[in-house]
């Protein structure tokens, strides 16, 4: 597959300590090609089932286009807990509009009420985990602009006084050298507790299940910033034992400090300090978005605020 077909979906990895255990059942059936999802959708593939939902590519006979189709799996459909969790992200989709978040068009229902349907738009492009996995590293200004971007969509949603929580490659797509942010299914309210969120992304006021603070999303924007400029994340290999050992709660990032990104490669000072930075433990002493976005444009030369910003 050259060139992913970037979707909105639930990435295999993010997770739901404080989700209470409970069986659903066997696995309920997938629609194939054709089939209706909901009036005026019908299934073009699956593209992918995770923990909670299916994602399906599907054509819109209203828009005569393809569209990304996020819903339930059929064995869930009466999981209250997973029900709100996509209702509030097709809410916020839909109402917000900013140029580096997946727009949603619509909430719709299939042939069991009580399943939404989210619709979204899709996107020409690959995923940041896509492109630093052909890759290996990106150059030091591209990620720069991607930061820029990203620092953009984070200042509207904190504006708006909402937490993303899930900042990270998989959830990025670059669309023509335009960033674009995925997934609100983690989001919380500025000063709301949340341990929900993705093992080596997860800030470590997260995994601690304290209350949220824009600070959280400085952190998931500098591990992926430090992944997009290494090749890996601070505690990759750590974190990826501690999943496999039975999937254990122990939390490096609440352990010791991020190694600092420049001993993965030689990077010009400022732009390693500025990542370097995002990591700190302590969420006070992590910059702003606001102070990311000024260095990256002072460090790039780049503004996206002038006439002219080549």
Not at 46 to 60: F, N, P
Not at 197 to 219: C, H, I, K, N
Not at 224 to 244: F, V
Not at 290 to 303: K, N, T, Y
Request: charged fraction near 25%; glycine fraction near 8%.
């Amino acid at each position: 597959m050259g060139e992913q077909r970037a979707v909105l979906i639930e990435s295999a990895s993010s997770y739901y300590p404080d989700e209470p255990t409970q069986t659903w059942g066997p696995p309920g059936p997938v629609l194939g090609p054709g089939d209706a999802l909901a009036p005026g959708y019908r299934v073009v593939t699956h593209l992918r089932r995770g923990g909670r939902l299916d994602v399906y590519d599907v054509w819109s006979e209203q828009r005569t286009c393809r569209c990304i189709a996020k819903t339930l799996r059929p064995e869930r459909a009466t999981d209250e807990r997973a029900i709100c969790w996509l209702r509030n992200e097709g809410v916020l989709l839909t109402q917000f509009a900013h140029p580096h978040l997946v727009r949603g068009y619509e909430i719709v229902r299939n042939d069991d009420p009580d399943r939404p349907v989210l619709i979204t738009e899709t996107l020409p492009g690959s995923t940041l985990s896509y492109l630093i996995a052909e890759h290996g590293t990106l150059e030091p200004l591209d990620v720069a602009v991607l930061g820029m971007q990203l620092c953009s969509v984070l200042t509207y949603l904190h504006r708006h006084n909402w937490v993303h929580l899930d900042v990270k490659p998989s959830n990025v797509v670059e669309a023509g050298g335009r960033a674009v942010l995925l997934d609100l299914s983690l989001v919380c309210r500025v000063g709301e507790r949340s341990s929900a969120g993705t093992f080596d992304y997860l800030s470590p006021e997260q995994a601690a299940g304290e209350r949220m603070t824009p600070a959280a999303d400085v952190w998931g924007l500098g591990v992926t910033l430090y992944e997009s400029l290494s090749g890996t994340t601070p505690w990759a290999e750590e974190s990826h034992r501690q999943r496999s050992d039975g999937g254990s709660r122990y939390y490096p990032q609440r352990e010791r400090p991020a190694a600092p990104v420049g001993t993965h490669r030689d990077l010009p000072a400022a732009l390693s300090q500025l990542v370097d930075a995002c990591l700190a433990p302590e969420p006070k002493d992590r910059p702003s978005i606001a102070e990311v976005s000024a260095c990256l444009i002072d460090w790039s030369g780049l503004d996206p605020a002038a006439a002219d910003p080549g």
